[in-house]
């Protein structure tokens, strides 16, 4: 009997669970003391609390929940996205103990763990990236400039976290910052060197699912588009991605493809890319951006695509066993839309508004899914993320599935906190977004005005 | 002994008047000079040495608070009084009132060792006098040893894990009666 430790918490916690159930696995699920009577811990066969309500002090650290797999025997633990399951640290105690990692190798996080050093992956597996060039000095940087074109970003070469980034417009931005970004890179990097790198203020999000059996077989999983988004966190998420013309889904694929094989990647990852058509060139111009080597938060989108069940993948990879996914996919049909529900009042620069949730309601019906780990009187905790639910909804094409996710949020109710549930109505019944292939940009562009508005209108 | 007494005490969980009374009647036949039984919220606390009202004990109250407020009464003897009056039926875990004692805990999961090698004595053993950075245990994580302290000055009344294995956050590792 496999046995499966669940190193995570919230609707991910729940999604892996019901993942061990569907195989006949054990399930145990390792929780901070906030999380005692979670949904996951209730639905599991045990729960083992790791540590105190800090993520910092239980989450986030790796020993606890290699221990905690030590010594309730788990043969796998699944790290779920966020907390430890991009740390190699973890995957590296975990095979000390002869226990399988629900994700890729610990040389393979470290490859793609920063930006720089995963742009260095995806060069060598010929995939696009930005135009950069290193820049020494500031007569260096003026000529590299020159040949890349303003927006450009000035970057510490041993940077990371995305921190050390200066945005240059035009050459008075380098002259005011060279010298400030080299001193901050020797500072917090310990080393000044820098580069220049292009810069696409607006472009869109588009990711494409792989997984890999460890050996350089990889299954591409169609794309995901998610240019939506409020300061780079995703609001809504669809596949396929809108608009794109045959050979940029192509580019897109096979860059993914050829990088996943590159790494020998193993499981499932997520290869994202920017995608700017604003030029109206064939394909468009895609540029790699990172690579995420965990399961997505929006990874719905692409199982109801397809119909694959891609938690259940990892775990029978890191058991040994057959993946149950097929060697390739056929085309997709339809279209798939999903809304990030979280405990957070839009309308007040999406103030996070933990509490008591009285009574939740989530419709059904044909082509929904709902992630989640809320439950009538859950008490949503202040200390971690504040996603309380996905709503994945699937239609026949992409109106009809933006159609059936604007019934499906008109019919969902959360009593007790403020939701973003009014907002994603907003979202959805929104033009540009019915219209499709917005960028990263749009929502942090458009929603301010909207709720100053509201406001305004509220205050009169 | 709720199990073998007809239908109304099995997996409904209700206690009932005729359920109370077979318990004093039990009780009164018994060599105790004073049981507490707790089933499901219900406490009943029989006494031959204490002065408490014994029939008021019986109210099948569902909230288990009602019984406890009455140990701030002198009725909070029978604990105290149990071992002195009853020599032969002092094995019986009376459920002793634990609340003025202070709970040390586990800070985080890991393993949980009550000596500083395989072949020490314990750190701590019932009795010893304990101060708040006495070391009291030790929790490995993946090898990595941890130190636990009592965090408060007292007397080691009571240990309550096994040499070696597994605590969680916040698991009692022993109790400590404050000085």
Known sequence: ??????????????????????????????????????????????????????????????????????????????????????????????????????????????????????????????????????????????????????????????????????????????????????????????????YLERYYADARHVEVQVFGDGEGGVLVAGDRDCSVQRRHQKVLEEAPAPGLSPATRALLHDSAARLARHLRYTGAGTVEFLVDDSAGADPATVVFLEVNGRIQVEHPVTEELFGIDLVAAQLLLAAGLPTGLPESLPEPHGHVVECRVTAEDAWVGFRPSPGRITAVVWPAGPGIRVDTHTTDGYLFPPFYDSLLGKLVVRAHDRTAALDAMAAALGNARVDGIATTLDFLDWLVAQPDVRRGGVTTQWLDRVWPEVAGARTAVGAA | MSRDNGPTSGTTQQVCWEDVLELVTRLDGSGFADAEITLDGVTVRVSRTALPTAPGAPTPAPAAPVAPAADPAPAAAPAAAAPAAVGPVAAVPAPADTSHLVEVTAPMLGVAYLRPAPDAAPFVAVGDTVQADTTVAVLEVMKLMTNVSAGVAGRVAEVCVVEGSMVEHGAVLLRVEPA
């Open chain 1, 1 to 194: 009997m496999t046995r499966v430790l669940v190193a995570n918490r919230g609707e991910i916690a729940v999604r892996v669970v019901r993942a061990c159930r569907r195989l006949g696995f054990e399930v145990v699920v390792a929780v901070s003391a906030a999380d005692r009577d979670s949904l996951a811990a209730r639905l599991a066969d045990r729960a083992v609390c790791i540590g105190p309500a800090d993520p910092g002090r239980s989450y986030l650290r790796p020993e606890l929940l290699a221990q905690a797999a030590v010594s309730v025997g788990a043969d796998v633990v699944h790290p779920g996205y966020g907390f430890c399951s991009e740390k190699p640290e973890l995957g590296e105690l975990l095979a000390e103990e002869g226990i399988a990692f629900a994700g890729p190798r610990p040389e393979t996080l470290r490859a793609v763990g920063d930006k720089s050093s995963a742009r260095r992956e995806a060069i060598a597996a010929d995939v696009p990236v930005s135009p950069a060039e290193d820049v020494a000095d500031l007569a260096a940087a003026h000529a590299a400039a020159d040949r890349i074109g303003y927006p450009a970003l000035l970057k510490a070469v041993h940077g990371g976290g995305g921190r050390g980034i200066h945005l240059v417009r035009e050459p008075a931005d380098l002259d005011r910052t060279f010298d400030l970004a080299a001193a901050e890179a020797r500072a917090g990097f310990g080393d000044g060197a820098l």
